[in-house]
């Protein structure tokens, strides 16, 4: 059986270390290279605790893509990193599971073009938790029911946007649907009633202890609804992550969400 060789990009991360340990309990795919500007020349088993495995951290994207000959490139980087790269993975027709957020809907349209022309796979997600995917659906079925709704969302201090991706597409997903935006009302703290988007009012948490975890909350006459999904370890991502992997080889297009190869 040939296996999907697999470049991680971000190594070094949290969800780069994750992923390493992922892709070794894989018998369909290998990990023929991992680029990150931190950490370099250190064994990415090593960082990922599951001993040496003899791949070593490159800072020379180029040096990897051209040695590593890979199929695919699995990117947990962060928007700048991302936006700079890019035009190389797609020079080298490689095919994209995304897990960077930060991205702007003009630059996942101009990306899903690109795709097509080239015929490459590609899966942006904001979440790779399959719970946190069903909540999403959950919610825009909720949604359907309930025109007043808020969402809160809270991760760790490390996060660089907000709001989070998740909370995002949780809300366009939502808007489709007909949800009431919420007048802000007089704010004697300027935020103190968060941000708005897509009809939907976002509060963003970053706290020492969270992970991910989102809750998107329904008022109605007489009741509240709430929606909520914990990941509560980055290995939570992984089974999605995986699923993305081979989606985008085995099926190649463009794919915004995880859902959108669930049949949900």
Same mark, same amino acid.
């Given at each position: 059986?040939?296996?999907?060789?697999?470049?991680?990009? %971000?190594?070094?991360? +949290?969800?780069?270390?994750? $992923? $390493?340990?992922?892709?070794?309990?894989?018998?369909?795919? #290998?990990?023929?290279?991992?680029?990150?500007?931190?950490?370099?020349?250190?064994?990415?088993?090593? &960082?990922?605790?599951?001993?040496? $495995?003899?791949?070593?951290?490159?800072?020379?994207?180029?040096?990897? $893509?051209? /040695?590593?000959?890979?199929?695919? #490139?699995?990117?947990?980087?962060?928007?700048?990193?991302? =936006?700079?790269?890019?035009?190389?993975?797609?020079?080298?027709?490689?095919?994209?599971?995304? %897990?960077?957020?930060?991205?702007?809907?003009?630059?996942?349209?101009? &990306?899903?073009?690109?795709?097509?022309?080239?015929?490459? %796979?590609?899966?942006?997600?904001?979440?790779?938790? &399959?719970?946190?995917?069903?909540?999403?659906?959950?919610?825009?079925?909720?949604? =359907?029911?309930? +025109?007043?709704?808020?969402?809160? /969302?809270?991760?760790?201090?490390?996060?660089?946007?907000?709001?989070?991706?998740?909370?995002?597409?949780?809300?366009?997903?939502?808007?489709? /649907?007909?949800? #009431?935006?919420?007048?802000?009302?007089?704010?004697?703290?300027?935020?103190?009633?968060?941000?708005?988007?897509?009809?939907?009012?976002?509060?963003?948490? =970053?706290?020492? %202890?969270?992970?991910?975890?989102?809750?998107?909350?329904?008022?109605?006459?007489?009741?509240?609804?709430? @929606?909520?999904?914990?990941?509560?370890?980055?290995?939570?991502?992984?089974?999605? #992550?995986?699923?993305?992997?081979?989606?985008?080889?085995?099926?190649?297009?463009?794919?915004?969400?995880?859902?959108? @190869?669930?049949?949900?």
């Amino acid at each position: 059986m040939e296996r999907i060789r697999v470049l991680l990009s %971000g190594a070094a991360g +949290k969800m780069g270390r994750e $992923v $390493v340990r992922a892709l070794f309990l894989e018998k369909d795919m #290998v990990l023929v290279g991992a680029y990150d500007q931190r950490e370099i020349g250190q064994d990415v088993g090593n &960082l990922a605790g599951i001993g040496a $495995v003899g791949i070593k951290v490159e800072s020379d994207l180029e040096k990897v $893509v051209v /040695e590593g000959n890979p199929q695919v #490139v699995c990117d947990f980087t962060h928007a700048d990193a991302l =936006r700079e790269n890019l035009p190389r993975f797609l020079a080298h027709r490689l095919h994209l599971v995304i %897990g960077t957020t930060g991205l702007s809907l003009l630059e996942l349209e101009k &990306l899903r073009k690109d795709c097509e022309v080239q015929n490459l %796979g590609c899966m942006v997600a904001p979440n790779f938790a &399959l719970g946190a995917v069903l909540m999403m659906h959950f919610a825009r079925l909720a949604a =359907r029911y309930f +025109k007043h709704a808020e969402i809160i /969302e809270y991760h760790h201090p490390q996060k660089k946007d907000a709001p989070s991706g998740t909370a995002l597409k949780t809300a366009e997903g939502m808007e489709k /649907e007909g949800i #009431v935006l919420e007048d802000k009302g007089q704010e004697l703290v300027p935020g103190a009633r968060g941000g708005q988007y897509h009809g939907l009012t976002i509060h963003s948490v =970053r706290l020492p %202890g969270f992970v991910a975890h989102q809750e998107v909350i329904f008022g109605g006459e007489g009741q509240i609804l709430t @929606i909520r999904h914990d990941s509560l370890n980055r290995s939570s991502f992984m089974p999605g #992550v995986m699923m993305a992997i081979r989606k985008v080889v085995h099926e190649p297009r463009f794919y915004y969400g995880l859902d959108a @190869i669930l049949e949900l």
